[in-house]
């Protein structure tokens, strides 16, 4: 099998498996009127906040922004609120039904397409960041992986920084995710400074926990080894 045709066989099987997953996922599985959601998606929130603050890209109003992934548009709605542009900001993503309803969803000026990201269209330094959350867990391809790390590098302006959110662990009730290692992420990106933080308690744990006791979520998920996803910043000198 060619390199193209081994490609094109990996983004059908990402397609076939979320399509599996509209019929045996429960539809307020990931919404946060959900408790353990939300707690979850405030230490997100927070998190993130700190480290744009910290490394100089505050000032989102200036920023150029794609979000490989982008699904619905979530996270391009929510950099709007922390002061982006919708004009500077960029999505795409493998499922179409997803873009359609984000560019419903999402603020006139935005730019969301369908496609593959190991093969974008975009000039060489155009960003100044590059959003990636658990987009990384559901390729298991790894010749697809890397093609979408190098060309998330060759797009990403130098100074700016890909903003990383997804598992280390693998599930084991999930065949068609597979955890991203610090070791690998290293390996994807050797050219870029990384900085990686364990973060977001284990689901099956936050589940069990947060509808009944949210401030023992909160303190459980300060323990670091309970914790399964990083939260990175990948730095392009």
């Not at 081994?6 to 307020?28: F, L, M, N, T, W």
């Not at 593959?116 to 790894?142: G, Y």
């Not at 890397?146 to 662990?169: I, P, Q």
Request: proline share 5%; hydrophobic share 40%.
């Amino acid at each position: 099998m060619t390199s193209e045709n081994a490609g094109q066989s990996e983004v059908s099987r990402i397609r076939a498996a979320y399509a599996r997953r509209e019929h045996s996922v429960p539809k307020d599985r990931y919404s946060l009127f959900r408790e353990e959601n939300l707690l979850s998606h405030l230490e997100l929130q927070r998190e993130i906040v700190r480290l744009l603050r910290r490394s100089q890209h505050s000032h989102l109003e200036r920023e150029q922004v794609l979000d490989v992934g982008c699904g619905r548009g979530f996270w391009l709605r929510q950099f709007v609120q922390w002061g982006a542009k919708p004009n500077n900001l960029y999505g795409i993503d493998l499922l179409e039904e997803r873009v359609r309803e984000g560019k419903q969803l999402c603020q006139e000026g935005t730019t969301l397409q369908c496609g593959d990201a190991s093969k974008l269209e975009f000039e060489d330094n155009s960003f100044d960041l590059i959003l990636q959350f658990t987009v990384f867990t559901s390729i298991l391809d790894q010749q697809m992986k890397m093609k979408l790390a190098t060309e998330m590098a060759r797009v990403l302006k130098a100074g700016g920084a890909v903003l990383w959110y997804d598992y280390f662990v693998s599930n084991p009730y999930n065949p068609d995710v597979c955890g991203v290692t610090r070791k690998e992420i290293l390996q994807l990106f050797p050219k870029l400074l990384i900085s990686l933080k364990r973060i977001t308690l284990a689901p099956p744990l936050g589940r069990a926990v947060a509808p009944f006791f949210p401030p023992l979520y909160r303190a459980m998920s300060t323990i670091k080894p309970l914790c399964t996803h990083y939260l990175g910043f990948f730095e392009k000198p």
